[in-house]
């Protein structure tokens, strides 16, 4: 298989490449409880991808990740 190139720089150091998305909930001050991954240092918010369409192929309602587990 060969090696995948992310379009983010990541520290070879990092526990969160493309080979390894966790998943988890997160807050702000501004945001509660929304779902959430990560890639390097950046925190990718499932919701703010749902509702800007990006899940539009899914029949998934966006609440689900708007939701305190």
């Given at each position: 298989?060969?090696?995948?190139?992310?379009?983010?720089?990541?520290?070879?150091t990092?526990?969160?490449?493309?080979?390894?998305?966790?998943?988890?909930?997160?807050?702000?001050?501004?945001?509660?409880?929304?779902?959430?991954?990560?890639?390097?240092e950046?925190?990718?918010?499932?919701?703010e991808?749902?509702?800007?369409?990006?899940?539009?192929?899914?029949?998934?309602?966006?609440?689900?990740?708007?939701?305190?587990?």
């Amino acid at each position: 298989m060969s090696a995948k190139q992310s379009w983010i720089e990541i520290s070879s150091t990092s526990d969160f490449t493309i080979y390894n998305f966790p998943f988890g909930i997160y807050s702000t001050s501004q945001i509660h409880h929304h779902a959430c991954s990560a890639i390097g240092e950046y925190v990718i918010d499932l919701y703010e991808l749902c509702e800007h369409g990006y899940f539009k192929n899914l029949t998934l309602d966006k609440q689900v990740f708007n939701k305190e587990f």
